[in-house]
């Protein structure tokens, strides 16, 4: 199945999207530049080709263009092919894409939807939020740490970006605990 790909400028710089005949495989946030990008979202997605997107992913492009100017948009009717994906991956990314726009949930929390007991279930959910191949689409940034902390994030700019990520849906935080919107 052949993969193809497309990098596109946003206001936080260029952002990537990869797809097949099955839907999106791949989201990739803005590197130094668009070369940079290209290149980490050609190897994610395994990719060789660049492509012209099909109309649903031609609208998905301008959507996660509107997304990061700041306005609300929801991608939880976007056609994800997650083949290849191990069975507990799925399962979590399908409960996370249940976490709306504006709302955060923890590890943990997760961790217990899932039915996941113990002092490791937590670090398996963020193990694998770490493998997310389609972050935005599958919002890995919603998701915190204990106590409300902001916790890791593995696309380039870790912290900092998923920071930004939160705010453009007005969770903001101060002294290290998240401020929800009309908080």
């Not at 668009?34 to 290149?39: D, I, L, M, Q, V």
Request: hydrophobic share 45%; with cysteine.
């Amino acid at each position: 199945m052949t993969i193809h790909h497309r990098v596109f400028e946003t206001a936080i710089g260029p952002c990537g999207v990869a797809w097949s005949e099955r839907g999106l495989t791949a989201v990739q946030l803005p590197e130094k530049d668009a070369a940079a990008t290209e290149r980490r979202l050609a190897a994610k997605a395994n990719s060789a080709v660049a492509g012209n997107p099909p109309p649903s992913v031609a609208a998905l492009i301008e959507d996660i263009r509107r997304y990061v100017a700041g306005e609300h948009v929801d991608f939880s009717a976007v056609v994800v092919d997650l083949a290849g994906v191990e069975p507990f991956r799925r399962s979590l990314y399908d409960v996370l894409r249940g976490i709306g726009f504006g709302s955060t949930t923890t590890y943990g929390a997760l961790a217990q939807r899932l039915g996941l007991e113990g002092p490791e279930a937590a670090r398996d959910v963020g193990a694998a939020m770490g493998k997310n191949p389609v972050p935005i689409v599958i919002p890995c940034h919603r998701v915190l740490a204990v106590g409300g902390k902001l916790g890791g994030f593995s696309a380039p700019g870790g912290g900092a970006t998923k920071q930004r990520l939160l705010a453009l849906e007005g969770v903001h935080f101060d002294g290290g605990a998240p401020r929800l919107p009309g908080f």
